[in-house]
């Protein structure tokens, strides 16, 4: 009886030990639209700000997974996007490959990407990065959210994913709450901002 016990045992364990590696369940239950493990804005919105109503720069400060400080002054005078997002997320799994193919198109641009991780540790964060070849850093910003606050005043506080396009003086240009589409989308907005005079 015991034996019987153990086998059933390894071989559920097994079992679930392959589901768990042949499909991203998070992913796939968002695209399934069950939205479980994320949280749901009210759709996909992306609003641009002309430049006259963007209101004062951004300052926030914040340490990398790989333990590197950052801050607004690091990207003085570049665009910079910012990306809320954390690992349980199944809009963020399903838009990082588009954010990336975003941040390479800018390749030696005045132009950065910064990911802050409102919810993981930095060696959940870093795999994330790896099994999503992300190539931008992002900030761990679990333990105490400075840097989600300094951006309150643009972002919904309990909505995830959500981007910040940033003109060169620090100021948000441009806002997209929920799961980027499309590279494209993004990219036209860097664009249009990277091509404002300075």
Sequence with gaps: MRRRLLAASLTAALAFGLGACAADPLADQYRAGDN??????????????????????????????????????????QVLVVNFWYAA??????????????YESFEGQDVAFLGVNTYDQAATAASFARDN????????????????????????????????????????????????PEASILQTIVRDVLAEPA
């Design 89 to 102: 997320c199944g809009p963020c799994i399903v838009e990082a490959p588009r954010l990336e193919e975003a």
């Design 133 to 180: 070849g992300v190539s931008y850093p992002s900030v761990i910003d679990v333990n105490g959210g400075a840097v989600k606050l300094a951006f309150a005043e643009h972002a919904p506080l309990t909505a995830t994913p959500v981007t910040l396009v940033l003109d060169k003086e620090g100021r948000v240009a441009a806002r997209i709450i929920g799961e980027l």
């Design 36 to 77: 479980k493990g994320y949280i749901a804005a009210n759709g996909f919105q992306t609003s641009e700000i002309p430049a006259a109503d963007r209101g004062e720069r951004v300052e926030f400060a914040g340490v990398t997974e790989t333990g590197a400080e950052v801050s607004d002054a690091d990207y003085a005078g």
